[in-house]
């Protein structure tokens, strides 16, 4: 069975709204590097509508001589939105799930592939979260305190016991931290 793990960058008070404008600070060839081995896991993305609809925005015009193997996978991957008012998904590689959405995730999940990854959509994470979708949260956490913007667990609603499986400290202060649910 395939995994769905949600990769986001966060600031040291939880924002991870709009991480291009506090992220790139931290990101040297080491971070390069961790987020290169990710992209070799993934092969299918999992968005909500807003971020979708953001990401299809900027993406298709980006080349990898400008954004390195990051374009490639951003505009050549299948990407699934999860959404009830999309009426359709135009950048390539993308299909719309509106209906049954915790059915069909369970379904792609069964599919053969690599991991799914869910890449900013923080409703979108708080719903995985609610059903028990999310196999394992990969966040990279920056020495930031950004102050205002939107929070990954903003409205979570419930408590979700997690265990620390992986943690790596970056020369720029930045943490990786590898989260998979813990049983209770």
Known sequence: ???????????????????????SHYVNDEMAAAQAAQLAEWDTMLLGRRTYEEFAAVWPGRTSAEFGPFADFMNNTPKMVVSKTLASATWQNSTVLRDKIAAGLLELKQRPGKTIVVIGSATLVQFLLREGLIDQLQLILDP???????????????RTPLKLVDSRALGTGSLVLTYEPAAG
Do not use: T
């Open 144 to 158: 930031i305190l950004v102050g205002a913007g939107k929070h990954l667990f903003d409205g979570a609603g419930h």
């Open 1 to 23: 069975m395939r995994n769905i793990v949600a990769a986001e960058f966060l600031s040291l008070d939880g924002v991870m709204e709009a991480p291009n404008e506090w992220h």
